[in-house]
């Protein structure tokens, strides 16, 4: 009976990630962007994908941190969103296949992104012109990753974006119970499942789970993008409010009535289109390609 019941975990697990798969392919049925190459690595001991433009500057690098409740997405679910967000910046993009939950608890996301991003390091790319990003559980490991670099002393990236972040696995955000019912991306039960797979019995306060609870002090600058009608918009909220207490450059750009994650949306929101632009042009600014 155990074993039958593992096995049905095992597929509705399956099931599921392969149903976030179809959902994002139908999103951008096109998995590759004109201009854009990609090709698979091993990085840290890490599976990655590179995605590189044919006009780029190859020392400036966005790591990406895919979203997906941590339990889902990979760099399918992600490329054609990054790829455009990143079509007119002329860097290049490490496209981050970090372990899942339930399968891999807190901190294996922490662990993978640390272990690539000082093999970057060893390889030669200064942290001046590496810049880290990623989408809601993504965004959690941008930056959570931030943090345990600081707290183990380890040179810090140049700067960060992070849309629509998860930031607080308790989940005592207002917008969750707020805006449930008009955000068509989130589920209010699943954040509890999401939450429980990932944290394994660990603290959900956790500094690198949960990093709005703590000390932001000493992180490069940061560029967060959140939906007005998303249940996580107080998650981005707060973290930028604490985050300016704590002497972080940090600009936070809240969209009227959109919704979780809507970037990945850009063949057909011009919103999306004009915020993934914004996103692009402000990782250009930081990290100054030349091409």
Same mark, same amino acid.
């Given at each position: ?12 697990? @399956? ?13 951008? #049925?096109?998995?590759? @962007? ?74 294996? #996301? ?62 005592? $955000? ?43 002090? $000493? ?7 959140? $939906? ?64």
């Amino acid at each position: 009976m155990h074993n039958i019941k593992a096995k049905a975990k095992y597929h509705n697990l @399956v099931g599921s990630r392969r149903a976030f798969e179809r959902m994002m392919n139908k999103v951008a #049925p096109r998995l590759t @962007v004109k201009g854009f190459s990609y090709k698979p690595a091993i990085v840290g001991g890490v599976q990655c994908e590179w995605i590189v433009p044919d006009r780029c500057d190859a020392s400036k690098v966005l790591v990406y941190f895919h979203g997906g409740g941590y339990a889902a997405g990979s760099p399918n679910t992600h490329r054609p969103q990054v790829s455009h967000m990143l079509k007119d910046v002329g860097i290049t993009c490490l496209n981050v296949d970090y372990r899942l939950s339930p399968e891999h608890k807190y901190p294996a #996301p922490i662990e993978d992104a640390t272990a690539v991003y000082q093999a970057l390091l060893q390889q030669g790319y200064k942290p001046e012109n590496i810049a880290f990003g990623g989408d809601s559980a993504g965004g959690g490991v941008t930056l959570g990753t931030l943090l345990y670099l600081r707290d183990n002393n380890l040179p810090l990236p140049n700067c960060a974006i992070a849309i629509s972040p998860w930031v607080d696995l308790t989940m005592s $955000g207002d917008s969750h119970q707020k805006n449930k019912d008009v955000d068509p991306m989130l589920i209010l039960e699943g954040f509890h499942v999401w939450s429980q797979h990932y944290l394994g019995g660990a603290d959900p306060k956790s500094p690198y789970a949960s990093p709005i609870f703590h000390d932001l002090s $000493g992180l490069p600058p940061i560029y967060i993008q959140v $939906g007005e009608e998303e249940m996580l918009l107080d998650d981005s909220v707060r973290f930028a409010t604490k985050a300016g207490v704590d002497g972080i450059e940090v600009k936070l750009e809240i969209f009227p009535k959109l919704f979780h994650v809507f970037h990945g949306f850009w063949i057909i929101l011009p919103e999306a289109r004009a915020a993934n632009k914004k996103l692009g042009e402000y990782l250009k600014e930081q990290l100054k390609p030349i091409i």
